[in-house]
Structures are given as structure tokens and as C-alpha cells.
């Protein structure tokens, strides 16, 4: 990890590039380069790869990559750069875990190794989808904490609205929004009588540092043991913006994370990049934002989605690479293309998640209906794919090359065109929050279809 | 002369624009009329890649180079034809949103249309509503495209519908939207004349309300 001064400094004393020829004649090149002198392939049968040398290669092809191109910086148009030491002597001096919660709730996200029998962490729930009303805000967050016992810590939804009115980012409005996303959520999760589990997307609905830096008073609830997530830019890139959140959260002495979202089919090119790419991003999180965690979500460019079986690919590489050789615990987000209350909805989740925790993954359970709909979401979502995350602990790589293989035919030709599900409103009981009986059913059968292919639930 | 025109369109599908530039010339010293060479040099490769990227056998670095090379065709071959002989499918001014600063999508279809034979002029990220209007005007647009990655910025759209309408420019332009959180029925709410998840499915929009416009 560098100071952030540093990173500021070389932000604004590096080699001037423009984005354009960063993109097209730095970056894609290069990862092309490297997915060939490394000889990483993706086998379209198999899916979660046993290859420890594969996952070596991602990882070293990452690293080069780093040390030879830098991160972009947008504000400046120069190139944040890195000495091959630098990045060698952060990654083994990281941190190598983060203390989130309080009270009975209070855990260590570690990281975890590729086939380890160590249970995932699980962060559960909305995945930042956005929501119409404080009201289905607070019967989301208060029904993921007492329907997901074995959830570690919430993710809860943005909210769309500031009474009647949208959110418009850089706005008072999102000053508020952000505001009352984090007093709402505390007070979702004291009355599921969980009030010590720490929110983990905090703040979902600032988009900007000062929206950030505005809800994190005190009086409205945030902790030091919250987590702090800050996003980088397609392909490996940031700006001043996301580099002010790490200078303020650095200074408060929070768990900060790198998330990230390479694009499959966008400039690093196929899943072998896209592999290579997430990877990067990992260091990237390291060297300039001294994260504790980090958080990928591998996309894909025409679907935007991550449920097609060169994604599963990515997210099992990317996440064995990490794990096998860095000390910062790695999460996995996913996109599905199905909405709520659908079978294909909970087959991806299953697919993804079995092949992301035997790689040596945690999850956060991801934005259904690629994220895309207000109000298309409910507590089962969330609640499966945690139960099948737990499960997956201890799953050998083959073995969930099997079962996923197994899962895949199930919905892939319909990730194109996917059902959008129901809303909310339309699944769940006005009052409590409670998903209908239809939504248990299809929970009850799809569950009863992954423990058949040999997924042990713990209930 | 068949040769060259093969060349060129070769060199516009593996993006290399010093090729491109080096065929073109050739084609026209060699005789070639600036409107074949563009027809079936330029437009053919440029619609092979098209479709190459729909189908994901190319990738968004494929595409924008390709990009590249037709701009650089085109340097070529437009100053040797009269105006009024070079064939538009439509002016279309693209942008993402004032306090948006994701841009992928939209370079995405400004790589489609330009692969399609559309004139754009990119406005880049995070733009303020008045300057999609005043360039629109400028190049004199069929269509204002905007788009907006976050649900934050959604409004942006509505903004730049809402100026048109306040300054009686509205008729004057198709608006299409786009991006991460937009969707059919937003479009419908703030009064665009066109939505498309993709950009391969945009650029057929466009063509379609281009064509719809013109009767």
C-alpha cells in the first residue's frame, strides 16, 4: 500500500496519456499479450478449473500488468506507476483480514483458499438494487437479517426517492438519500434484534465523496466496523473523486474496499483477459486504496450479466488467482439476468456461487434482474444464494465443476432473454415483508434440485 | 480496382488506419470513384464488424479501432466527393449525462453508428443539458442520443427532454435513450422517442425512427 499522498502525487506527476490510447493501445493490447505468453485458456468444459498453475498464471499475468501499465488516472489524464518492488512488497504487507460488527455480531472476514473448508463470509442482501420507498427499504433489511441467520453482514438497496422526489446525484438529494439509507438500515437491523451487524455497501446510495463523507456523522449511525466500499473504473482506472473517499476513509481508520467491474468483451477482450483484468484490479485496490477487502463483478458486455458459463469461468479464475496469492480476502458479486420469484433466477445464483466459493471466494449476494429495476427484489433471492454459499464450503474444484455444469443447461439459453420476475410489492406482504408462498415454493423445489446434486444445506 | 477496394475493407475489418489511409489512396489514384470506394470499401467493412461484435466473435477494442480506421477512410475519400453525394443514414449527437462519468456504453454505440454509416459527434461524459441541444442544432441532428449509467442520473434525460420542449425544439429531434438503469417504460414517462438495451438494438432503432420521420 502507498500513502495516498503518494498516489495523489503520481496522479498528478506521471506520464501524461490519453484515455483513449490508455484503452486501446496500453491496456488491450498488452492483456492480449499476456493472456498468450502465459498460456491462459479457457476451456469451455470446464468451468471451475483444479489447475493451480492456471490460477498461478492469471495471477502472474495480473501482476505484470500492473508494474508495466499502471491505473489511469481520469481527473489528471496520466499514469499512475508502480515499481515491480512496490507492488511485490504491498501485496505481501497487506492487511489480511477486516473486524466488521459489533457485540454478538462481530466477525473477521479472512481470506479463504480454493477447496477451503472455512465457511465463506456472507454479505447479504439487496446488492444495491434500488428501491421506491423507505417502507420496502426497511421490510427488505429487516427481513434479510432475521430470514439469513448465517449472514455475516447486509448489503441494503439505494433508495430511489427522497419523498416525492428522485434522487439526483450531486444534489441535496442525495445528501439526504444518503443519510437516510444508513438510519434506516441501522434501525431495519435493531428491529430484526441484529443490531450489531454491520452494513457492508455503506453508503449504497452516495455516488459521490461528499454524499459519502456527509452520512458517515456519527449521529446517523455509521461504525468503524461498517464497510466502506470504493468503486474503480473500467479498465483500470480512477479519479479524484474515488481517490478523495480513500484519503477520508484512510484517515477515519475504516475497512475500505476495492470493488470492481471488468467488462467480458469490452477491452480486455475475452474471458482469458477478463480473468486477467479482475485480477489486476485486486492489486490495483491494494496499491491505491489499501483495501482490507475487495469486492469483483465480472460483467458481461452484451448481456449484463454474469451468469453465462465464460463469467463463471472468470469469477472461479479470477477468485483462485487472488486467493492462492495474496492475503486480502476476496468477495464475489454476480449479476443475474433473471428477476425475483423465477426459477432461473435461483439456478444462477446456485451456479455461480458454487464455483465462486470453491475457488476460495466470499460472496455478496448480487443485484437480481441485472440490477436494473426498481423494486424487482425480495428477501429469497439473497436467502438462497447465502444458504448455498455456506453449503459450498469444502466442495472440491472438480466437484463443483460437475455440479455447475449440471446447473448451467438449466437456464443458459434463456440469459438473452431473461423473465424480468416480480416486484417487491408483487411477492411480498405489505406488512411484514414476507415472501409470498409462491416464492417459497419455487425456493423449496430449486433447493431441493441443488442438494440433489450433492450441495449438503446446513438447514 | 477490385483489388484495392478488397484491401481496403480488409484493413477497415482489422482496424489498422495506416493501412486504410495507404488503400484508399491507392483505390482512388487507380480510378476508383469515391463513392465505391466508400460503398463497398468503407460501408461493407464497416458492417462486417458490426455484426462480427453483435455476435461477441469481436470484442470493444475490435470495434473502436475499426472506428478509427473508417474516420480515417473517410479523411480520405469525403474531400474528393461532391457534398450532397455522400450518403448519411443520419446526424446524431451522443453524450452521457450531466454528473455521469461512465462512458462505455455509449462509446459502444457511437462505434455501431459510426459502423452504420451515421455521422455522430460525441459529446463525451458528464454533459450539461443546454450543450446536447446546442450541438444538436449545430450539425443540424436527425437525433439526440443520451445516455446514463446510474439511477442518480437518469434525470439528466428528463432534462435534456424538458429544455427541448421549453425552448420549442422538441419537434425538431428524435431522443433516444440508453444505459445501465433506463428501461421501456421510463422512456415512455419522460417523453423519449426511443429505448434500446443494446447498441446494436439502438442503431436499429435509429434507422427505424429515421426512417419513420421521413415518411
Known amino acids: 500500500m502507498l500513502n495516498i499522498l503518494e498516489i495523489t502525487r503520481r496522479s498528478l506527476e506521471g506520464k501524461p496519456c490519453l484515455e483513449k490510447d490508455y484503452d486501446l493501445r496500453i491496456f488491450a493490447p498488452r492483456v492480449q499479450e499476456l493472456v498468450k505468453e502465459y498460456d491462459v485458456t479457457y476451456d469451455p468444459n470446464i468451468v471451475i478449473s483444479s489447475d493451480d498453475g492456471l490460477a498461478d498464471s492469471v495471477f502472474k499475468a495480473a501482476f505484470d500488468l500492473i508494474v508495466e501499465i499502471g491505473v489511469f488516472n481520469k481527473d489528471t489524464e496520466r499514469v499512475i506507476s508502480f515499481t515491480e518492488k512496490e507492488v511485490r512488497d504491498s501485496i505481501n504487507t497487506s492487511f489480511d483480514h477486516a473486524l466488521l460488527g459489533e457485540g454478538m455480531e462481530q466477525r473477521t472476514l479472512l481470506p479463504r483458499k480454493p477447496e477451503s473448508k472455512e465457511k465463506p463470509w456472507i454479505f447479504a442482501g439487496a446488492g444495491g438494487v434500488t428501491v421506491s420507498s423507505e417502507n420496502v427499504f426497511m421490510k427488505l433489511v429487516q427481513n434479510y437479517a432475521e430470514l439469513i441467520p448465517i449472514a455475516n453482514a447486509i448489503t441494503t438497496p439505494c433508495l430511489a426517492n427522497v419523498g416525492d422526489m428522485s434522487i439526483r446525484a450531486k444534489s441535496p438529494l442525495e445528501i439526504e438519500g444518503s443519510i437516510r439509507t444508513v438510519v434506516l438500515g441501522r434501525e431495519a437491523l435493531r428491529r430484526a434484534g441484529r443490531p450489531g451487524l454491520p452494513i457492508m455497501n455503506a453508503i449504497g446510495t452516495a455516488e459521490s465523496a461528499i454524499a459519502l463523507a456527509s452520512g458517515l456523522h456519527p449521529d446517523f449511525g455509521l461504525r468503524k466496523t461498517d464497510g466502506y466500499m470504493i468503486a474503480q473504473l473500467a479498465e483500470l482506472k480512477t479519479d479524484f473523486d474515488l481517490l478523495n473517499r480513500a484519503a477520508l476513509l484512510q484517515s477515519l481508520n475504516v475497512p475500505i474496499a476495492g470493488i470492481h467491474g471488468p467488462i467480458y468483451g469490452g477491452f480486455a477482450g475475452g474471458a482469458e483477459g477478463t480473468a486477467i483484468t479482475s485480477t489486476a484490479f485486486h492489486i490495483m485496490a491494494i496499491m491505491t486504496l489499501g483495501a482490507s477487502w475487495t469486492l469483483c463483478f465480472p460483467i458481461h458486455l452484451k448481456y449484463t450479466s454474469s451468469s453465462t458459463p465464460e463469467l463463471i469461468w472468470v469469477a472461479s479464475q479470477y477468485l483462485q488467482a487472488v486467493s492462492r496469492n495474496t492475503q486480502v480476502p476476496a468477495l464475489y458479486y454476480n449479476y443475474t439476468a433473471a428477476g425475483p420469484c423465477t426459477e432461473m433466477v435461483l439456478y444462477e445464483f446456485a451456479a455461480e456461487f458454487i464455483g465462486g466459493i470453491s475457488s476460495g471466494g466470499s460472496i455478496e449476494t448480487g443485484g437480481v434482474a441485472r440490477g436494473k429495476y426498481t423494486d424487482y427484489l425480495t428477501p429469497i433471492e439473497p436467502m438462497f444464494a447465502s444458504e448455498v454459499a455456506y453449503a459450498s464450503a469444502g466442495i472440491t474444484r472438480d466437484d463443483a465443476n460437475e455440479i455447475v455444469k449440471r446447473i448451467i443447461p438449466r437456464f443458459a439459453d434463456r440469459v438473452g432473454d431473461p423473465p424480468r420476475g416480480k416486484t417487491f410489492q408483487e411477492c411480498c406482504d405489505p406488512v411484514t415483508g414476507r415472501p409470498s408462498k409462491e416464492c417459497y415454493e419455487i425456493y423449496e423445489r430449486v433447493k431441493q434440485e441443488v442438494a440433489d446434486l450433492g450441495v449438503r444445506f446446513l438447514y | ?215
Open chain 2, 1 to 215: 480496382m477490385s483489388e484495392d477496394i478488397a484491401k481496403l475493407k480488409e484493413a477497415i475489418i482489422e482496424g489498422d488506419a495506416e493501412k486504410v489511409t495507404q488503400y484508399a489512396e491507392a483505390a482512388l489514384e487507380a480510378g476508383v470513384s469515391p463513392l465505391v470506394a466508400l460503398e463497398k470499401g468503407v460501408s461493407e467493412g464497416a458492417k462486417h464488424v458490426g455484426e462480427q461484435f453483435e455476435r461477441m466473435e469481436i470484442f470493444l477494442t475490435n470495434l473502436m479501432l475499426s472506428g478509427e480506421a473508417m474516420m480515417a477512410a473517410l479523411d480520405v475519400i469525403l474531400p474528393k466527393m461532391p457534398k450532397e453525394e455522400v450518403p448519411v443514414a443520419g446526424r446524431v449527437v451522443v453524450g452521457t449525462v450531466r454528473g455521469d462519468i461512465h462512458e462505455i456504453g455509449k462509446n459502444i454505440l457511437k462505434a455501431m453508428l459510426v459502423a452504420n454509416g451515421f455521422a455522430v459527434t460525441d459529446l463525451g461524459c458528464d454533459v450539461a443539458t443546454s450543450r446536447f441541444v446546442e450541438e444538436a442544432e449545430k450539425i443540424d441532428a436527425d437525433i439526440i442520443a443520451i445516455s446514463a449509467l446510474m439511477t442518480s442520473t437518469l434525470g439528466g434525460q428528463k432534462d435534456v427532454i424538458d429544455y427541448l420542449q421549453e425552448t420549442g425544439k422538441r419537434d425538431r429531434f428524435i431522443v433516444m435513450v440508453g444505459g445501465g438503469p433506463t428501461n421501456q417504460e421510463w422512456a415512455d414517462e419522460i417523453g423519449a422517442d426511443g429505448f434500446a438495451e443494446t447498441a446494436p438494438e439502438a442503431v436499429r432503432e435509429a434507422i427505424r425512427l429515421i426512417e419513420e420521420r421521413k415518411g
